[in-house]
């Protein structure tokens, strides 16, 4: 059984910085895809960002591309999210999801993932 635990989040101004970060347990972290999802309130879980274990390749929504950073440390089974220039619609919960089956074309579908954190709030005020 893997526990993912997110931790990382808090309140932040308009333009300001975060570094989410997910710790893995109790599974094969190394061949395991990463992602970071989100769901705002009143709204459906979105695709933040995903690494595929398999040929290293890291995927972005287009609304946090240039600004999101994903990253992993797999001797420490941790991933990242380091997020910059962060607006007021970044303020949801995020969450680290996991899975050892996905393909490029179901990274971006939460359905596809196996494990998930209990999720961290982001708060980002103007």
């Known amino acids: 059984q893997v526990q993912l635990i997110e931790s990382g989040g808090g309140l932040v101004q308009v333009g300001g910085s975060l570094r989410l970060s997910c710790v893995a347990s109790g599974g094969a972290f190394r061949r395991s895809s990463m992602a970071w999802f989100r769901q705002a309130p009143g709204q459906e879980r979105e695709f933040v960002s995903a690494?595929?274990?398999?040929?290293?390749?890291?995927h972005y929504a287009d609304s946090v591309k240039g600004r999101f950073t994903f990253s992993r440390d797999n001797a420490r089974n941790t991933v990242y999210l380091q997020m910059n220039s962060l607006k007021p619609e970044d303020t949801a919960i995020y969450y680290c999801a996991s899975g050892s089956r996905l393909i490029t074309s179901t990274l971006r579908n939460g359905a596809a993932y196996d494990y998930w954190g209990q999720g961290t709030q982001v708060t980002v005020s103007s």
């Open positions: 690494h595929k274990w398999n040929d290293g390749s890291t």
